[in-house]
């Protein structure tokens, strides 16, 4: 299996762009979850996905956040409009398991706001 | 003071030294995580337990649920072994809310 897929490696944009970024789980795999890496705050978990439903959005930062499960192989989180504060490394993970499974992580995102 | 304390936060050895991360944790648990990050990496689950050891290769991971403890060893230790290791748990209340430890960088000198 290729691992937990995720794209762009690396982004860098403008305050007030669109970003998306992407990722594929691990097939088979039943729960997902986005986090984000600052060396303030360390890991911290976005949102979760349990059966392409989200189960809990309470770590979205706000309005400006959103993810999609549209199936089973694929989700996106998007930052509309971004800001420097959101420079931050996203990593998404995927689990076999609903109750606190093993956790396989992507490479990451890097993204860097301007 | 934070749920899930990791020490050292920095250690820096030689190669070939047997290393020895720990942590303590303060709430209770259904499972503990010990993950690695290389520099500018990925993060890689190590393992997931939840009661006595597990081996895997170079690596072992031991936890006394009683002490609320848990070590990360690395035996014959190798300069690719460089990395922060983090430990996380997922507590009782919530099996996919992970509580994370601060890491441990790791420098393995030839």
């Known amino acids: 299996d290729a691992g937990v897929i995720q794209s762009p490696r690396h982004e860098v944009t403008e305050m007030g762009q669109e970003v998306t970024l992407r990722c594929k789980p691990i097939s088979g795999h039943n729960s997902l979850f986005w986090y984000r890496q600052t060396m303030m705050r360390g890991l911290e978990l976005l949102i979760y996905f349990n059966n392409n439903v989200p189960i809990d959005d309470s770590g979205m930062p706000e309005d400006r956040f959103s993810a999609k499960m549209p199936n089973a192989s694929f989700s996106t989180l998007k930052i509309q409009p971004s800001e420097p504060r959101d420079s931050a490394v996203y990593f998404c993970?995927?689990?076999?398991?609903?109750?606190?499974?093993?956790?396989?992580f992507g490479e990451g995102s890097r993204l860097t706001v301007l | 003071k934070n749920e899930v304390e990791q020490s050292p936060q920095n250690l820096t050895a030689q190669e070939g030294e047997f290393i020895t991360i720990n942590c303590s944790y303060s709430v209770g648990i259904s499972a503990l995580h010990w993950l690695q990050q290389h520099p500018g990496g990925g993060i890689v689950s190590l393992f997931m337990?939840?009661?006595?050891?597990k081996k895997h290769g170079r690596l072992i991971a031991t936890i006394n649920i009683q002490e609320k403890h848990s070590s990360l060893h690395i035996t014959a230790s190798h300069p690719r072994d460089s990395a922060v290791y983090i430990c996380?748990?997922?507590?009782?209340?919530?099996?996919?809310?992970?509580?994370w430890g601060a890491g441990t960088k790791l420098i393995i000198k030839p």
């Open positions: 996380a748990v997922a507590s009782m209340d919530s099996n996919y809310q992970l509580i």
């Open positions: 993970a995927s689990s076999l398991a609903y109750d606190g499974g093993e956790l396989f």
């Open positions: 337990l939840s009661s006595g050891k």
